[in-house]
């Protein structure tokens, strides 16, 4: 089972980015998916999570409005669109999944994932 981001890289305050987490190995559909971040000196965090049939989701407070997590089964890949970004938002960026006990829902402790993904760096900068 393997993930691998992209789509990081440098934006200005206000910008967007579309972070891609490709998935090979399994497919998407019977795993959780989650977003995290890891900013320097700071504790890996929740983002975003995907339930394995795709109706829930689920984001940190603090983040709602301005993230969207969303899949394409077609592709295999999970993407996490990041609109209004600010300094405070750059991080390491990691997608991770993991085998659900329910299906129509997902959690965001980093403890619950088995798979994660090598990050993609995003920083905020003007």
């Known amino acids: 089972l393997q993930l691998v981001e992209s789509g990081g890289g440098v934006v200005q305050p206000g910008g967007s980015l579309r972070l891609s987490c490709a998935a090979s190995?399994?497919?998407?559909?019977?795993?959780?998916i989650g977003w995290f971040r890891q900013a320097p000196g700071k504790e890996r965090g929740g983002v975003a999570c995907?339930?394995?049939?795709?109706?829930?989701?689920s984001y940190a407070d603090s983040l709602k409005g301005r993230f969207t997590i969303s899949r394409d089964s077609a592709k295999n890949t999970v993407y996490l669109q990041m609109n209004s970004l600010n300094a405070e938002d750059t991080a390491v960026y990691y997608c991770?999944?993991?085998?659900?006990?329910?299906?129509?829902?997902?959690?965001?402790?980093?403890?619950?994932?088995?798979?994660w993904g090598q990050g993609t760096q995003v920083t905020v900068s003007s």
């Open positions: 991770a999944a993991y085998t659900p006990k329910v299906q129509a829902m997902c959690v965001m402790s980093y403890t619950s994932y088995d798979w």
């Open positions: 190995g399994f497919t998407l559909e019977y795993y959780a």
């Open positions: 995907m339930s394995s049939s795709g109706g829930s989701t």
